[in-house]
Nanobody, 124 residues
Framework: QVQLVESGGGLVQAGGSLRLSCAAS????????MGWFRQAPGKEREFVAS????????DYAASVSGRFIISRDNVKNTVYLEMNSLKPEDTAVYYC?????????????????WGQGTQVTVSS
C-alpha cells in the first residue's frame, strides 16, 4: 500500500510557473505508471499528464501540452509536475495517482491510489 502526498500548490499569476511534487510513502511505485489529474468546482476530474514506470514515456492532455512537464524520480519515490505559462483555466485541485499497471493511461479508473490534492490558483 502506498500513500501519496502532493505539495507545491498555491497562488500564482497568469504566465507564471509552479512545480508540484508527489511524495510516496510505504511501498514504492517504481514499477507503476503515475498520473496527474485535476478537478475544478462543478467539473469532473480530468486527466492532465501521465508517465510510465521508467519515466521514458509521457502523455499530456491537449490543454496542457507544451506547457506542463511530468517527470519522476524513482530513487526518491517522487513524481513532479512542472507547470509553465499558467492560465486562469488551470485553476483546480491537482491530484497525483498511482496506476495499477506499468503503462501510462489517461483513464482515472486505471489508478488505484490517490493523493489528497493540492490547490493551484492562477490569477489574471
Amino acid at each position: 500500500q502506498v500513500q501519496l502526498v502532493e505539495s507545491g500548490g498555491g497562488l500564482v499569476q497568469a504566465g507564471g510557473s509552479l512545480r508540484l511534487s508527489c511524495a510516496a510513502s510505504g511501498r514504492t511505485f517504481s514499477s507503476n505508471a503515475m498520473g496527474w489529474f485535476r478537478q475544478a468546482p462543478g467539473k469532473e476530474r480530468e486527466f492532465v499528464a501521465s508517465i510510465d514506470w521508467s519515466g521514458t514515456q509521457t502523455d499530456y492532455a491537449a490543454s496542457v501540452s507544451g506547457r506542463f512537464i511530468i517527470s519522476r524520480d524513482n530513487v526518491k519515490n517522487t513524481v513532479y509536475l512542472e507547470m509553465n505559462s499558467l492560465k486562469p483555466e488551470d485553476t483546480a485541485v491537482y491530484y497525483c495517482a498511482k496506476a495499477r499497471y506499468a503503462a501510462k493511461d489517461r483513464l482515472a479508473g486505471a489508478y488505484d491510489s490517490w493523493g489528497q490534492g493540492t490547490q493551484v490558483t492562477v490569477s489574471s
